[in-house]
Each structure stands twice: as C-alpha cells, then as structure tokens.
Nanobody
Framework: VQLQACGGGLLQAGGSLRLSCAAP????????MAWFRQAPGKEREFVAV????????VYANSVKGRFTISRDNAKNTAYLQMDNLKFEDTAVYYC?????????????????????WGHGTQVTVSS
C-alpha cells in the first residue's frame, strides 16, 4: 500500500509546517504511524511515531518539544506539526505504517518495522 505524504515546502527558520499522510486500507486504526526523514548524504532517521493503542507518542531527541505527531483514524491520516523549524530539519520526510500491531517500544525507531511508505515530501528550511 502506497502512502501519500504532503505538506512540505520552503520556509525560513522559526516557521511552521504541517505534514499529512493519507494511508488507505482497513488496517490503519491498528497500526503505528511514523515519520522518518532523510537529508542529503545522510541515512534515513526516525522522527516520531504515534501508537495505535493511544500511548504517548515517541519523538527523536532532535525534534522533541518542537514537533507534534497525531492521527485521525476516521480519516486514515497521520500528521506531523513542525514548529520552530531549524535549518537542520531540512530533509525529505517520509511517513510509514508499521508491519504489525505489536511493535515493541524499543523497535519503534527502526525502518524495518514499517512496510508501507509514502513517496516523501521535501522540507527546506533556510537559515
């Protein structure tokens, strides 16, 4: 299943963006939804995940306090609200849906836990 991520753009440091990720299919409400990002020349890195069971979201330290992940099960959509953006947040952002409904906490940051990915949306922050 191909996810559809959108909402990226070009903006100045300190600005805000809201990314959206539509995830068609019947399993959305029982899967964790995550955002990853990949900057030029770097590996894909975990950004945040929102659990389907309603537990507290998990964030990478680099975005904690600035980004907020959420989901709307009625719309099969996940969101990433990004505030106080920094130059180092520049990357292609990908959303992903977990393979199973039972990903353990310590594995949430691993890309191999997700089997459905969006094409990615570019976020460029100028300093």
């Amino acid at each position: 299943v191909q996810l559809q991520a959108c909402g990226g753009g070009l903006l100045q440091a300190g600005g805000s963006l809201r990314l959206s990720c539509a995830a068609p299919g019947p399993t959305f409400s029982r899967r964790d939804m995550a955002w990853f990002r990949q900057a030029p020349g770097k590996e894909r890195e975990f950004v945040a995940v929102v659990r389907w069971r309603g537990a507290v979201p998990v964030y990478a330290n680099s975005v904690k306090g600035r980004f907020t992940i959420s989901r709307d099960n009625a719309k099969n959509t996940a969101y990433l609200q990004m505030d106080n953006l920094k130059f180092e947040d520049t990357a292609v952002y990908y959303c992903a849906k977990s393979r199973t409904s039972s990903v353990i906490l310590s594995s949430l940051g691993g890309p191999d836990q997700y089997d459905a990915w969006g094409h990615g949306t570019q976020v460029t922050v100028s300093s």
